[in-house]
């Protein structure tokens, strides 16, 4: 695990100024490495409200009226109907996503890369502005709602993150999450089905072996060119999180200093999980009660030998600075 730069704390609790800068503590890296329930378990602690991936809230929670974290359409939410009052002035019926929508396409993963590629990013883009503004009122919002000292978002898309970096209204402590490649690979040819598709059954997307292995590498990458702009970085492990999680918890909260002596410590591998209003993620978000935190090792018996060595060729050096083996004991 990594960790640098101090964080003073600028939020003193109680209800936030509109000039105030809103803290979000965001959960970057690959899809499928467990963000959902490291979400959870930071939300479960005073001062900070578990979100999920708000990236995707104008197109699949005020668009296509999936499901609230807490069970409930998106729309007919209480909750989300007060945060899109107290940030648009309307509600989610009200609020138009298709501008949200057609800005962040405009700025686009491809776009946004090549201008920082040929260093052509010295200023925000008018399209940028105007989406890091609209994303300002919504998290806004949401603080006011919850009278939350920073937002859990764990959209884990680096460009996202960037865009909350460089937009002024945020300030933005990033937790890079990673996990074995492998056991992300494996875990994108699973079939799940997607329980916030209320209206029909569909399940999750599945991805091929070498194409996960490749976007695991250039999503962990940017990730930590992504902490070099934020206002804090640190990254932690999947596999330790669940098997230390105080350890894991402590680095992510050591920034900040309102948390230092009120945490209460986890007295076995399990959280106890309260329902939540989270925009979009693995279908965990909708579980609660006990849930025990635990490796799923299921890849390391279940994967042929090949897939796990084309995921290694593909990510292997990445895998060495994370401290994964290249080789599993026992395997050809």
Same mark, same amino acid.
């Given at each position: ?10 939020? &003193?609790?109680?209800?936030? *100024? ?9 959960? /970057?890296? /690959? ?24 990236? #995707? ?16 359409? #998106? ?11 107290? &940030? ?17 396409? $405009?700025?686009?993963?491809? $776009? ?27 998290? $806004? ?16 898309? !680096? ?5 909350? /970096?460089?937009? !002024? ?16 690979? #494996?875990?994108?040819?699973?079939? *799940? ?8 059954? =569909? =399940? ?7 194409? &996960?292995?490749? *976007? %695991? ?6 990730? =930590? ?6 206002? &804090? ?11 230390? !999680? ?16 009120? *945490? ?34 299921? %890849? ?7 897939? $796990? ?15 994964? !083996? ?7």
């Amino acid at each position: 695990m990594e960790m640098q730069g101090p964080i003073a704390e600028s939020v &003193s609790g109680g209800r936030h *100024r509109a000039t105030d800068p809103i803290p979000v503590l965001y959960i /970057a890296g /690959a899809g499928r490495s467990g963000s959902t329930l490291l979400d959870r378990v930071i939300g479960m602690h005073d001062g900070f409200s578990s979100m999920g991936e708000l990236y #995707f809230a104008w197109e699949r929670s005020f668009g296509e009226n999936q499901l609230c974290g807490c069970g409930l359409p #998106f729309h007919e939410c209480p909750f989300w109907e007060r945060v899109s009052q107290l &940030s648009f002035g309307v509600g989610t019926r009200g609020f138009d996503a298709r501008r949200p929508v057609s800005l962040k396409a $405009r700025i686009g993963w491809k $776009r946004y890369l090549l201008r920082r590629g040929l260093h052509l990013g010295g200023g925000r883009g008018a399209a940028m502005v105007s989406y890091g503004d609209l994303l300002a009122q919504l998290y $806004r919002g949401i603080r006011e709602a919850t009278d939350c000292r920073a937002i859990v978002d764990s959209s884990k898309d !680096p460009v996202h993150g960037f865009i909350l /970096a460089q937009t !002024p209204a945020f300030e933005v402590h990033v937790v890079h999450l990673v996990r074995d490649p492998r056991a992300v690979a #494996f875990s994108w040819r699973r079939s *799940r089905k997607r329980p916030e598709i209320h209206w029909t059954d =569909e =399940e999750m997307p599945k991805e091929r072996i070498y194409t &996960s292995a490749i *976007r %695991w590498t250039g999503e962990n990458a940017l990730v =930590e060119m992504l902490g070099r702009e934020a206002a &804090s970085y640190c990254r932690i492990r999947y596999e330790d999180f669940v098997v230390e !999680p105080d350890e894991a918890l402590d680095r992510v909260f050591a920034p900040y200093d309102w948390m230092s002596a009120k *945490r209460e410590r986890l007295r076995d591998l399990a959280v106890e999980l309260e329902p939540t209003h989270t925009v979009s993620g693995n279908p965990m978000r909708f579980k609660k009660g006990k849930v025990e935190l635990k490796i799923d090792s299921e %890849w390391q018996c279940e994967m042929t030998a090949s897939d $796990r060595r084309l995921v290694t060729a593909a990510a292997w050096p990445l895998m060495a600075r994370y401290g994964y !083996p290249l080789r599993l004991l026992g395997s050809p």
